[in-house]
């Protein structure tokens, strides 16, 4: 028996790290893989707050961390996207305190819409990046992602995959403690505000602290050999280490922790020491890339590993150059709707009236699965008003009165209310209709708080903003609230039948939501009420 | 590699959401380490809380490298509905052993049907059964059960847990 060793998840040993660092405050926007670390956070005593989106979060987190604090920034691969603003100045203006991105990527999409390789936000803006490849290193790794970010000035961005995410495996503690930030607020105006005269010369600074970086990493701890026969080397980083130690346990392994900036002459001796070079990564070539770049050769995997996640088997294949067609477990039973769920009744009656819908990202996704097969298009978070008002633009006046862009209220909180204001702004010619799913909860990541439920993160009584009140008050005459079935088959189809801007909010509250989130409650109230 | 001997016990558990399959491989891997193995385990979250299907991997043994069972390697494929054992028998390695709630089904009959009121057995606890027949097979000892079955169930509800816990050890035998 090891007491001492906890079976923790990835997310789990990620937050247990970040309230060892002393982190001041962790915020984000929830999202699979990713959720789970701030709820175990505030769980354990940390200070975390869900923002409405990930751009918001972020730019709390910089906030933080300009104040001499410790921040904790989270989000799925996907959620970068939307921070991508922020993130990409913050790389040049560095930070006072700490400021740790945890950029949870997705590949295979066990549940993402595309599995896009963040490894690719760290090149293109210059932001230092760490891989753990189990739980133990992510719990390491994001304790010197603080040390690092504080030492360096610099935001650092903390790759996790779904695999590290939520796996679990046996985490040993550090003895060490870190002492508490220092917060306090140091004027410097050249440094933060990225007016263009400004923005010049913190280039400069950033590329001056990488190539730092990039030295220091060429003898970090952070990337380990595994001492083999020097028949076969392999380079690798994150999961992909786990499955290459199982593939081929006796080849000699490079395990680069630290992948942005790469310690390039520590990886050319490597390859020199070894009789074949072989670079293995999950998703896009991206230590490919950059190794041939700089003139160290290496082998890649053939382009039908770059779908998916790896594996044990995948690995041996690539090493064995088989290309031959993978055995693939079927998925099973796909996800449905819930029974019972309100939902389901919403996409019944899109489909008795024939609307064209434009969908967006959240449980009620799965309407545009059979039986339903009422979801017309459906892009990333938010776009369901914008596709919406291009689709009424351009169709015919028959066709585009049956568009109706539907988005359910985390998401519209998240990113629909500037599609609200663009819809307000530029009406199409024959109006819009945006149907609001308000089932009071983020069902789709496993019943989150946002600013539409009256409840902060941990569930604690907080202002609620109802969104009937924010399109009336951004211009939207017609605005109906209804419950679901004949009442929002009758708002429907009387809105159709115009050709003004209409919000009809369909207020039904998640099944699931009795089970899993508790009454809201006030400062003080007993927990097992 | 390893000399032909075996390290590693690899579990695929496999189920459909709401039947507990997250729960019950997490009451195994705390039984594993508190046996003293090295364990690694492994899941998918998300679309599958709305009823799809959900795997989960469980690998114990001195050294566990990925957490994800290789394909053809899972010494067991533990379902907990017979509909998810068809697709998922690729999993499992030659002479790899198949557990199904079918000898409860034939006793108690199909879960949602069971009568809360009259029988031990209930929708919540199926899972824990199913690991009293698992259990027939791994060498956990009987306190680590004990211990990892506490350490997962709502409080008061360890003693009725325990019992189909033995109900699943006395059918898995049977």
């Known amino acids: 028996m090891q007491p001492d060793r906890k079976l923790l998840s990835g997310n789990e ?24 670390i701030l709820e175990e956070f505030n769980k354990g005593g940390g200070f975390a707050r869900w923002s409405p989106n990930e751009k918001v979060a972020l730019e709390v987190g910089i906030g933080v961390a300009f104040a001499g604090g410790r921040a904790l920034v989270t989000m799925k691969h996907v959620g970068v996207n939307v921070a991508a603003d922020p993130y990409f100045s913050v790389a040049y203006t560095g930070v006072d305190g ?25 090149l293109a803006a210059g932001m230092p990046t760490i891989e753990p490849s189990n739980s133990q290193e992510t719990y390491d790794f994001f304790l010197e992602a603080v040390r690092l970010s504080e030492e360096w000035h610099s935001p650092v961005m903390f790759r996790m995959t779904t695999r590290v995410c939520h796996s679990k495996s046996l985490v040993k ?18 440094g933060r505000v990225m007016i263009p005269a400004h923005a010049r010369p913190a280039h400069r600074r950033m590329r001056d602290r990488l190539a730092k970086l990039q030295a220091w990493n060429e003898t970090s701890a952070l990337n380990t050999v595994h001492e083999g026969d020097a028949a076969l080397g392999i380079i690798t980083s994150g999961i992909s280490y786990v499955h290459v130690r199982e593939a081929a346990p006796d080849a000699r392994v490079l395990k680069l922790g630290m992948t942005y900036p790469l310690p390039f002459e520590r990886i050319r001796q490597f390859a020199q020491s070894v009789k074949r070079c072989v670079v293995i990564e999950e998703g896009d070539p991206y230590l490919v890339e950059q190794l ?75 309407g545009a699965l059979p039986p339903f097969e009422a ?24 066709e585009a009165r049956r568009v109706v862009s539907v988005i359910g209220d985390s998401t519209f909180f998240h990113s629909g209310l500037t599609g609200i204001a663009e819809m307000v702004y530029n009406p199409p010619k024959n109006g819009h209709i945006v149907l609001i799913l308000d089932n009071g909860t983020t069902a789709m990541t496993g019943m989150q708080e946002h600013p539409g439920t009256g409840r902060s993160l941990d569930h604690m009584a907080a202002q609620q903003i109802l969104p009937e009140d924010v399109v009336r008050a951004m211009g939207v005459a017609n605005v109906k609230t209804v419950g679901y079935g004949r009442e929002l088959e009758d708002a429907l189809s009387e809105a159709m039948a115009q050709d003004a801007v209409t919000v009809i909010v369909m207020r039904q509250p998640c099944r699931l939501m009795k089970v899993k989130t508790p009454a809201p409650k006030c400062e003080g109230e007993n927990d097992d009420e | ?35 003293g193995y090295d364990v690694k385990k492994s899941e998918i979250h998300g679309m599958s809380q709305r009823g799809g299907s959900v795997t989960s991997d469980v690998r ?24 998810q054992v068809d697709h998922n028998r690729p999993v499992l390695r030659e002479g790899g052993l198949i ?41 956990f000892a009987q306190d680590n059960w004990e211990k990892a079955i506490r350490a997962n169930v709502p409080e008061g509800t360890y003693d009725q847990n325990l019992s189909v816990f033995h109900l699943g050890r006395r059918f898995g035998t049977e």
């Open chain 2, 99 to 139: 557990i199904t709630p079918e000898r409860l089904v034939g006793i108690y009959g199909p879960m949602n049907e069971l009568n809360e009121q009259t029988l031990p057995l209930t929708t919540r606890n199926f899972n824990v059964a199913i690991l009293g027949m698992l259990s027939l097979h791994v060498p």
């Open chain 1, 98 to 122: 700490a400021l740790v991105i945890v950029s949870a990527d997705d590949p295979g999409m066990s549940s993402s819409q595309n599995e896009q390789d963040n490894r690719r936000f760290a």
């Open chain 2, 1 to 35: 590699m390893n000399n032909g001997k075996r390290t590693v016990t690899n579990v695929v558990f496999a189920g459909l959401g709401g039947l507990g399959v997250l729960k019950a491989s997490d009451i195994f891997a705390d039984c594993a380490v508190f046996d």
């Open chain 1, 292 to 366: 041939r770049m700089n003139g160290i050769a290496v082998e890649d995997k053939p382009e039908a590993f770059r779908f998916g996640e790896l594996n044990v088997n995948r690995v041996r294949r690539i090493l064995a150059n088989d290309t031959s067609p993978e055995t693939v477990i079927k998925g099973g039973k796909p996800p449905e709707l819930c029974a019972g769920c309100p939902h389901r009744m919403t996409f019944l009656t899109l489909n008795r009236l024939n609307c064209i819908v434009s969908g967006d990202i959240g449980c009620y996704t799965l």
């Open chain 2, 60 to 83: 114990f043994g001195d050294e566990v490298w990925s957490p994800m069972v290789p394909l053809g390697e899972a010494d067991f494929l533990v379902a907990f509905d017979e509909t």
């Open chain 1, 13 to 36: 040993a990620l937050a247990t790290a970040a309230l060892h660092a002393g982190i001041t405050m962790g915020s984000g926007y929830p999202g699979t893989p990713s959720s789970e």
């Open chain 1, 375 to 398: 979801m017309d298009s459906q892009l990333c978070m938010g776009a369901s008003i914008g596709i919406g008002l291009g689709l009424r633009h351009t169709l015919p006046q028959n």
């Open chain 1, 173 to 190: 503690f550090a003895d060490e403690s870190f002492a508490p930030p220092k917060p306090g607020f140091t004027r410097n105006i050249p």
